[in-house]
């Protein structure tokens, strides 16, 4: 009988192949392997009889061809940020040209990649949502949604005094990059936003309204939300911020994005803008647009460091969470069930002990 190795796959129980590979040496193996890779996000709201089929026929479809993402899946359509082998590029695009669903989704290309790839395993879940909006669909009209915008059409809102421009995204993403002038509400999740913008907009009701966030799908739904609200002249950002960097370049257009577009994979951002406009949240004092995890796994909150605090504090968000980090893993184990239980959950902060 063969010995297991790392590279071990084990079915879990809804089918699907897992691999069981602790997160580092997962990472490690895909960092190491040389293969180029094109990031890419896209999303549609079609009708999916079977989610969970489709999940099974995407697992073995994009895990053959050496695909890495995160996708969600659900009844309203599907939401997909992931990356493609160059070399399995064309077999990628064929399957989605050819698969009914996913016929004439546009793609949104990474405006840049990373030293390290975007992705480094496969992960697609069923979902109610593809985007967590807390939302009743049935109690508004979720296909009334606002026209869509050119990034030429963007830059004439963000002029004309008689607009607003609405950031749709977290108040962590808007931290470090954002449209000139652009109301940017403090929220931690998109069912926070959509609570909090159609108040925040009172003040500007007659006024043209325009959304955008990171690639498109949260302002489908807010535009639609908010033309429910009452307000009527409501457009969005087509691609979000991702196309509007492309459409930029392509046209010769200015560009009034200040700073860098968060993005949710490993790169954490791309660079739109050439501003700096963040600082770095442990010393206060030096701006800093890179986002990190605190290294203690129980913390994990993110946060923006400069180069000299991130070399001090070896990556922790304090020395408090560096210290702690020296502790025997079985008591860590305690107070990470403690701190899931009894502290709010704040941007990607969650108390999990990786192993």
């Known amino acids: 009988m063969k010995q297991a190795t790392s590279t071990t796959k084990h079915l879990?129980?809804?089918?699907?192949?897992?691999?069981?590979?602790?997160?580092?040496?997962?990472?490690?193996?895909?960092?190491?392997?040389?293969i180029p890779r094109r990031t890419l996000s896209f999303y549609k709201y079609v009708k999916i009889a079977d989610p969970v089929a489709l999940q099974?026929?995407?697992?073995?479809?994009?895990?053959?061809?050496?695909?890495?993402?995160?996708?969600?899946i659900a009844h309203e359509g599907i939401n997909a940020q992931m990356n493609v082998?160059?070399?399995?590029?064309d077999q990628f695009d064929a399957f989605m040209k050819n698969k009914p669903e996913f016929y004439g989704i546009p793609y949104k290309f990474a405006v840049e990649e990373g030293q390290i790839p975007s992705f480094y395993k496969l992960t697609i879940k069923v979902r109610k949502k593809v985007v967590a909006d807390g939302l009743d669909d049935e109690s508004f009209d979720v296909t009334n949604t606002g026209a869509y915008l050119t990034a030429e059409e963007m830059n004439e809102y963000i002029?004309?005094?008689?607009?607003?421009?609405?950031d749709m995204r977290n108040s962590y993403e808007s931290e470090i990059g954002h449209f000139e002038g652009?109301?940017?509400?403090?929220?931690?999740?998109?069912?926070?936003?959509?609570?909090?913008?159609?108040?925040?907009?009172?003040?500007?009701?007659?006024?043209?309204?325009?959304?955008y966030c990171t690639g498109g799908i949260r302002c489908e739904k807010a535009s639609?939300?908010?033309?429910?609200?009452?307000?009527?002249?409501?457009?969005?950002?087509?691609?979000?911020?991702?196309?509007?960097?492309?459409?930029?370049?392509?046209?010769?257009?200015?560009?009034h994005f200040k700073g860098k577009n968060?993005?949710?994979?490993?790169?954490?951002?791309?660079?739109?803008?050439?501003?700096?406009?963040?600082?770095?949240?442990?010393?206060k004092t030096n701006k800093s647009d890179q986002h990190y995890h605190c290294q203690n796994q129980v913390c994990h909150v993110l946060?923006?460091?400069?180069?000299?605090?991130?070399?001090?504090?070896?990556?922790?968000?304090?020395?408090?969470?560096?210290?702690?980090?020296?502790?025997?893993?079985?008591w860590k184990k305690k107070y990470a069930s403690w701190y899931n239980a009894r502290r709010r959950t704040q941007q990607f902060k969650k108390a999990r002990l990786q192993g």
């Open 12 to 34: 879990s129980t809804n089918g699907l192949k897992r691999d069981l590979r602790p997160r580092g040496e997962q990472k490690a193996v895909v960092i190491s392997d040389g």
């Open 262 to 283: 968060f993005v949710f994979d490993e790169r954490l951002g791309e660079r739109i803008g050439d501003e700096v406009i963040s600082y770095c949240h442990l010393c």
């Open 182 to 211: 652009a109301i940017r509400p403090r929220v931690d999740t998109f069912r926070d936003e959509l609570a909090l913008v159609p108040e925040i907009l009172k003040e500007h009701k007659g006024k043209k309204v325009a959304l």
């Open 303 to 330: 946060f923006l460091g400069c180069d000299s605090c991130i070399e001090k504090k070896h990556g922790y968000c304090s020395y408090y969470c560096m210290t702690f980090d020296r502790l025997p893993a079985s």
């Open 159 to 166: 002029n004309n005094p008689d607009a607003v421009v609405v």
């Open 56 to 72: 099974k026929e995407l697992q073995e479809r994009w895990g053959n061809l050496g695909c890495f993402g995160r996708i969600y």
């Open 85 to 89: 082998p160059v070399k399995s590029w």
């Open 224 to 255: 639609a939300w908010l033309k429910h609200k009452g307000f009527t002249d409501v457009k969005h950002l087509k691609g979000g911020v991702i196309d509007y960097k492309h459409q930029v370049e392509r046209e010769g257009l200015d560009n």
